[in-house]
């Protein structure tokens, strides 16, 4: 009897688990170009970026998770002006249900006409679990009439590419472990 309870309970388990739609992670990446102006501040950084010289954005070249909801009429929103002291907490862009929240900026750099950004946040969407993304924008330079007016390229990725940095002690922690191995087979050996 006990025997028949289990399995009945296990049967039942498996056609709900199999009926439900499981949550993951968003992965996938997309991209969008368009013109912007950009303010730089006294270390060359970017400090706000206008986009109202755009009529429509729209995302290009989807990947992953993101191709399944985008299509050619799918129109990227983005906050404007996209002020960069003020990103943390904020909804930065909506697309297709996807919406981006700030959390830090990773990298903010000029070199000559061209600059780089690296915004960290979160990519909510009712289908997936909250995931940490990565929005890298860049502008290629098109001064006109002295107004930093420039053509920008930007790449959404999630879930946002993991920076490691060796520290010591980690490397200290390795060293031990090899070690260790070493010994271990080496004793085995004896």
């Not at 904020?90 to 070199?111: A, H, K, M, P, Y």
């Amino acid at each position: 009897m006990l025997k028949k309870l289990f399995a009945a309970g296990l049967l039942l388990f498996i056609t709900a688990t199999a009926n439900a739609t499981p949550i993951t992670r968003i992965n996938g990446s997309f991209d969008v170009f368009g013109i912007g102006q950009t303010t730089l501040n006294a270390n060359g950084e970017i400090a706000q970026v206008d986009f109202s010289l755009n009529s429509t954005l729209f995302p290009v070249l989807a990947t992953g998770d993101y191709l399944d909801y985008f299509t050619s009429d799918s129109i990227f929103s983005v906050k404007n002006p996209l002020i960069l002291s003020n990103i943390v907490g904020v909804e930065l862009w909506t697309v297709e249900g996807f919406s981006f929240t700030g959390t830090s900026i990773r990298q903010n750099s000029t070199q000559g006409a061209s600059t780089g950004l690296y915004i960290i946040g979160n990519v909510t969407h009712a289908d997936f679990i909250t995931t940490e993304t990565e929005w890298f924008f860049s502008t290629q330079g098109l001064t006109n009439d002295s107004v930093n007016v420039k053509s920008f390229s930007s790449t959404v990725t999630s879930p946002a590419p993991a920076v490691t940095v060796a520290e010591p002690t980690s490397l200290a922690i390795f060293a031990l472990g090899l070690m260790g191995f070493a010994a271990r087979r080496k004793r085995k050996s004896v």
